[in-house]
């Protein structure tokens, strides 16, 4: 069974850079898939930050993507997440998710299957 | 900037029907921006529902359904039941690496 779980600082300070480390069980990230990063300010919906593929290509949303570094560990089959400058508006719980892909005829097609549980990184001095 | 359109709110009493659609700001939904399907209830991970338009996720009940109606994609519940009352989001991929959240539809079942 394939578990994903996110650890994060919790808190961070306005203008730093915020840190989140998401380790994989159950299936080795190096092997295949996009694997992606979703947040959800408090009461609000959920965004797409990024994704990055095993081989190390990486996509991230337009508005985020000056601030966003997405990366894999694969000796500890890992992916991380770094933001840098965050201001209020960044508060959120941040959840990793695996992206699963399939064929269609018009071309391949992916989904968010795994998620972990998710951890909330408040932005406040 | 394109935008995922959803309904922010809709309700259905229990054993009727409710369908929850999918839009763009600008263009038509086609099966070729891959639309999928998550429900999540307060406090927890969002669970996959719909992927590829129209295939359900295993284990999800066969009352969920997804389909393409006109130019929207769509979440159809059949005989919905007091546990379907979640917030429900769709997913779209915009091509070059994007994918979009909608903003979610929040079901109530009274």
Known sequence: ?125 | QTVVTQEPSFSVSPGGTVTLTCGLSSGSVSTSFYPSWYQQTPGQAPRTLIYSTNTRSSGVPDRFSGSILGNKAALTITGAQADDESDYYCVLYLGSGIWVFGGGTKLTVL
């Open chain 1, 1 to 125: 069974q394939v578990q994903l779980q996110e650890s994060g600082p919790g808190l961070v300070k306005p203008s730093e850079t915020l840190s989140i480390n998401c380790v994989v069980s159950g299936y080795s990230i190096s092997r295949g898939y996009y694997w992606g990063w979703i947040r959800q300010p408090p009461g609000k919906g959920l965004e797409w930050i990024g994704s990055i593929y095993h081989s190390g290509t990486n996509y991230c949303n337009p508005s985020l993507k000056s601030r966003v570094t997405i990366s894999l560990d694969t000796s500890k089959n890992q992916l991380s997440l770094k933001m840098s400058s965050v201001t209020a508006a960044d508060t959120a719980v941040y959840y990793c998710a695996r992206q699963e892909d399939y064929y269609e005829s018009s071309g391949y097609g992916y989904y968010f299957d795994y998620w972990g549980q998710g951890s909330l990184v408040t932005v406040s001095s």
